[in-house]
T-cell receptor
């Protein structure tokens, strides 16, 4: 399967704990996006990488959130000191410049107790 | 403010009953209008990209159209397997980030 993959698929954690998610984009894609989706809503943009450079962050991304994409390959999204409001589906997508067609992974469902 | 609104929020059809979903948008610089399908608990699946008013694209029972203010997703003779949430989004800025509507949840009954 050469699509976007995400790990883990589900994560249950207690409030105050740190969590880290991984995204592996389609291999030749140079753009990688993170989105967050809550029940009944469309995905909301969080941050974006072109190769290894993080070029934009949403105001939704508080100081507790950090994302990396070392060597322009896979990406990680870390949430520190999780809060119940962080419970959501975290989606990763990738695309290949100049196309803006983004292909999404299956998502990581985070539940903060 | 850039915004996209989808209607209706939910739609129930009988198998074979054709209908249309609407996506209206206000955006300063449109960089593509995108349609996705999303099944429960899964990531969005890419369907179509439209770039200019008057453009149309088709895939099986689905056809997407675009005007200067809105896009329609027409579903012809739907089947139960077409049941899903359909999301529209527009590309924004040089980053290509997508701004999504809230989706239309379609249920097709046999």
């Amino acid at each position: 399967d050469t699509g976007v993959s995400q790990d883990p698929r589900h994560k249950i954690t207690k409030r105050g704990q740190n969590v880290t998610f991984r995204c592996d984009p389609i291999s030749e894609h140079n753009r990688l996006y993170w989105y967050r989706q809550t029940l009944g809503q469309g995905p909301e943009f969080l941050t974006y990488f072109q190769n290894e450079a993080q070029l934009e962050k949403s105001r939704l991304l508080s100081d507790r959130f950090s994302a990396e994409r070392p060597k322009g390959s896979f990406s990680t999204l870390e949430i520190q000191r999780t809060e119940q409001g962080d419970s959501a589906m975290y989606l990763c997508a990738s695309s290949l410049v100049p196309s803006n067609e983004q292909f999404f992974g299956p998502g990581t469902r985070l539940t903060v107790l | 403010e850039d915004q996209v609104t989808q209607s209706p929020e939910a739609l129930r059809l009988q198998e074979g009953e054709s209908s249309s979903l609407n996506c209206s948008y206000t955006v300063s610089g449109l960089r593509g209008l995108f349609w996705y399908r999303q099944d429960p608990g899964k990531g969005p699946e890419f369907l179509f990209t439209l770039y200019s008013a008057g453009e149309e694209k088709e895939k099986e029972r689905l056809k997407a159209t675009l005007t200067k203010k809105e896009s329609f997703l027409h579903i012809t003779a739907p089947k139960p397997e077409d049941s899903a949430t359909y999301l529209c989004a527009f590309g924004s800025g040089n980053t290509g980030k997508l701004i999504f509507g809230q989706g239309t949840t379609l249920q097709v009954k046999p």
